[in-house]
Structures are given as structure tokens and as C-alpha cells.
């Protein structure tokens, strides 16, 4: 039942820099609400990556990790790849429609 | 460091109800922000189920609406998550988290929940 829609899967050399993409609505991510990001490695829980109007970084979370939004969108990039970074990927926002948050489908990076 | 733990059956039968609790550690169950349940199905992406405050006000999936009950034991410092009805569908990791502002953090460890008679 996922609202905002990211490709299945994106994947670089090391090094290298890769966007995924959350396409959500005119109720959610066009609406004005904030979108985050979490990253979930193999096995564990999220955790939160990227939060808040100013796509801020929580503590310990690096620099290569960075948000953006526009209309209906939102994307997460990762600068300079690392094979630590191979895990999935989740967006999540507000929906005003269903009064409650939204994930995105999910999204696999995979390091080469 | 604000800690969350999740307990509960590992294996409900078809038909029954699901019961969840989370333990609250290094934060006030009755401070400002809501506490979640998030859900996921395995193999497959993250299900919002719902979140409540200390004052008892909740808010649900309107896909789970019928089918949940949440509530907060402030002199446990915990709150818990009952789904009924449950069928194979239902079969998840369930995580509890808190809601700050917009954004889930932290998140408990996750509990997997399976559905079979």
C-alpha cells in the first residue's frame, strides 16, 4: 500500500555517485510535508538518514548522504560510494488524505 | 540514549488478535512526541500502523483501522499494539519508534510476528 513510488534498485562502482528517486502526490510530498530517509542494512532496523524541511543529517550520519525535494518529488544522493552503504533504502512523508505517513516502495543499492 | 524493545508471541493463529508492547528506556513515555508502530511484511517495504500520544489520542492506518488498538501504560513506561483478526497477510516484522515532528527515530529492533495455525 505504498504511496510514494522509488526504483527497485540502483547500484555504482565505489566511489561513484547514485540518486534514487520518491515520487509521491499532490497530498503528500507536493503538499509541503517533509520527506525523509532511512537506510536499512540486511537484517537490522531502519535507521533514520536524512529528516526534516532542511533535509538534515542526523549526528554520525556523513556528508556523502544528501536530500532534496521538488513538486511531487524527492531524491536522496549518495557522493563517493562506499561498500558500506549497500543496503536498502526507504523515503517517508506525511499524507494529508490518509492522516498518517507514508513509505516509500523501497529501494536497493548495490555496491559493484 | 533514548532505547526501544519490542515483546511479544513470535506465532498468533489465524483469527486471533496480535499483542505488542515496547519498552520506553532513557525517555518519558508522556513527553512530546508519539509513539509508532511500523510493520514489514518479509521480503517487502515498510507499513505505517499507527501512532499514539500520552493523552490517549491515536491515529491508524485506515487500511488496519478496524483491526488495531493502541494504548500507553505510563507506569510501565511502554505502549502497546493489538491487531485482531490476523491472517497469514499480517506475518511481519513489527517495530516500535518514535515519532519526532515527521520522522521516525529511533526504532526499535523489530519483532517477527508469524501468523499460522
Known amino acids: 500500500q505504498s504511496v510514494l513510488t522509488q526504483p527497485p534498485s540502483v547500484s555504482g562502482a565505489p566511489g561513484q555517485r547514485v540518486t534514487i528517486s520518491c515520487t509521491g502526490s499532490?497530498?503528500?510530498?507536493?503538499?509541503?510535508?517533509?520527506v525523509q530517509w532511512y537506510q536499512q542494512l540486511p537484517g537490522t532496523a531502519p535507521t533514520l538518514l536524512i529528516y526534516g524541511g532542511n533535509s538534515d543529517r542526523p549526528s554520525g550520519v556523513p556528508d556523502r548522504f544528501s536530500g532534496s525535494k521538488s513538486g511531487t518529488s524527492a531524491s536522496l544522493a549518495i557522493t563517493g560510494l562506499q561498500a558500506e552503504d549497500e543496503a536498502d533504502y526507504y523515503c517517508?512523508?506525511?499524507?494529508?488524505?490518509?492522516?498518517?505517513?507514508?513509505f516509500g516502495t523501497g529501494t536497493k543499492v548495490t555496491v559493484l | 540514549q533514548v532505547q526501544l524493545q519490542e515483546s511479544g508471541p513470535g506465532l498468533v493463529r489465524p483469527s486471533g488478535t496480535l499483542s505488542l508492547t515496547c519498552g520506553v528506556s532513557?525517555?518519558?513515555?508522556?513527553?512530546?512526541?508519539?509513539w509508532s508502530w511500523v510493520r514489514q511484511p518479509p521480503g517487502k517495504g515498510l507499513e505505517w500502523i499507527g501512532e499514539?500520544?500520552?493523552?490517549?489520542?491515536?491515529n491508524y492506518n485506515p487500511s488496519l483501522k478496524s483491526r488495531v488498538t493502541m494504548s500507553i501504560d505510563k507506569s510501565k513506561n511502554q505502549f502497546s499494539l493489538k491487531l485482531s483478526s490476523v491472517t497469514a497477510a499480517d506475518t511481519a516484522v513489527y517495530y516500535c519508534?518514535?515519532?519526532?515532528?515527521?520522522?521516525?527515530?529511533?526504532w526499535g529492533q523489530g519483532t517477527l510476528v508469524t501468523v499460522s495455525s
Open positions: 532513557g525517555d518519558s513515555i508522556s513527553s512530546s512526541y508519539w
Open positions: 499532490s497530498s503528500n510530498i507536493g503538499a509541503g510535508y517533509d
Open positions: 519508534a518514535r515519532l519526532q515532528h515527521s520522522w521516525f527515530d529511533p
Open positions: 517517508q512523508s506525511y499524507d494529508g488524505s490518509l492522516s498518517g505517513s507514508v
Open positions: 499514539i500520544y500520552h493523552t490517549d489520542s491515536s
